[in-house]
């Protein structure tokens, strides 16, 4: 009864903000929509007892995509995307898709899981739901598939090498070189004018002149008292 209610619970969530996620004109709101269908896909692993899925699902996708998503957003800025009218044969076929694909959903629903789950080996059911799918999958990745593990993580470390060699920012003894004629453009407008800069001078002298002044006295009255 509680998995029920808790599968219901994410089921409404994630149609919920996929429907966000498709339907909002900010980009910025669409993106934490998909976060919550994603954190809600995790959900449904974990109630499965694929725990290793949902928490590569956490990682890669609701983590991971995402972020890097907001971050492209906010580098180009966020902006609503305008609004355009479908032609009537668009519409035509946006409403053939989704009836398509909910009608293969409600099929799945009704009709139940096509796999035989007879065959499968009572004993690796048993510790598949005692110990779970990261267990099993650490002691094949280091046991049985050691070799093809070891050999994928020398491919990535090739990869990330040259990367930082490809983007390898090449570094000049003169930073005029670096520049070259580069010049930054003035505002002329915007500078102050010549009697404002004028007047700023002369009470910057007299704040120095009043300030060596004082100095002076504060010296004068110091031998005296000598």
Not at 2 to 13: C, G, K, M, T
Not at 21 to 32: E, M, P, T
Not at 44 to 54: G, R, V
Not at 101 to 110: I, K, P, W, Y
Request: glycine fraction near 6%; include cysteine.
């Amino acid at each position: 009864m509680l998995d029920s209610a808790i599968f219901w619970i994410f089921a409404v969530v994630s149609v919920v903000a996929a429907l966000g996620a498709v339907l909002n004109r900010s980009n910025i709101y669409a993106a934490l929509c998909l976060i919550a269908v994603f954190m809600s896909i995790a959900g449904f692993y974990l109630l499965n007892n694929a725990d290793f899925l949902a928490i590569a699902q956490i990682i890669i996708y609701a983590v991971g995509l995402t972020i890097i998503m907001l971050f492209a957003i906010m580098f180009t800025g966020d902006k609503p995307m305008a609004a355009k009218k479908a032609s009537q044969a668009g519409k035509v076929a946006y409403g053939i898709i989704i009836a398509y694909v909910f009608a293969l959903l409600l099929r799945g629903s009704l009709i139940g899981p096509g796999a035989d789950l007879s065959t499968v080996n009572p004993a690796l059911a048993a510790a598949f739901t005692v110990e779970g799918s990261t267990h099993m999958l650490g002691e094949l990745l280091f046991s049985k598939y050691a070799l093809p593990f070891e050999l994928a993580s020398i491919l990535l470390l090739a990869a990330m090498i040259g990367a930082i060699v490809i983007a390898k920012k090449r570094f000049y003894e003169s930073d005029e070189a670096l520049l070259g004629d580069v010049r930054l453009p003035v505002d002329t407008e915007s500078a102050p004018s010549e009697i404002a800069i004028e007047a700023l001078r002369q009470k910057r002298e007299a704040e120095l002149a009043e300030r060596q002044a004082a100095l002076k006295s504060a010296d004068s009255g110091k031998s005296g008292l000598s």
